[in-house]
């Protein structure tokens, strides 16, 4: 079946630093991958869409220049949360799916990354 | 906008009792509808994925309906055991995206 590797799984930054978070399809070529954020308790909220080789799509609300998200082949996506807060501490997940509706597949997800700033 | 919603938010049962999870959406132009795990601090493990086309699936104990003109999905897990104790996600593929509820907290009770 498809797995997605996400790491790291989790990481603590000092508040200011830049952190990268890397998001691997490892058996499938992941024409579209997804970065999520959850908060304690809460549902998942999307952030952006990224197509291989286009700039990621970001939702409302979200800053394109603080969560930097390059998706630079068919396998590999990274999230980059550039000058850090503590309010950005959260759990992040990426998705990837062979196809933008899913496909026969559906989405996989990877396992998050709990980033804690301090 | 696709607005999900899950229902109970929570449910604590009994070993061995079955579970019912309801999960209904706003609009019906979807793609598909997939049922997901998810286990405190951990990622989304997906547990079924129905087509659009498709009234329902199964896997193990596990069965997914779905009515797409009303708006639903149900969610059964047959004979309940404390390792399905868990948070479980309903997610609408749509506008090439996933659009989640809130989630069903589930304890399953030894």
Partial sequence: GAVVSQH????????????????RSLDFQATTM??????????????ATSNEGSKATYEQGVEKDKFLINHASLTLSTL???????????FYICSATRTGTGGSDGYTFGSGTRLTVV | KQEVTQ???ALSVPEGENLVLNCSFTDSAIYNLQWFRQDPGKGLTSLLLIQSSQREQTSGRL??????????STLYIAASQPGDSATYLCAVGDDYKLSFGAGTTVTVRA
């Fill in chain 1, 8 to 23: 790291p799984s989790r990481v603590i930054c000092k508040s200011g630093t830049s952190v990268k978070i890397e998001c």
């Fill in chain 2, 63 to 72: 069965n997914a309906s779905l009515d797409k003109s009303s708006g639903r």
């Fill in chain 2, 7 to 9: 229902i109970p938010a």
């Fill in chain 1, 34 to 47: 997804f970065w999520y954020r959850q908060f304690p308790k809460q549902s998942l909220m999307l952030m």
């Fill in chain 1, 80 to 90: 980059t949360v550039t000058s850090a807060h503590p309010e950005d501490s959260s």
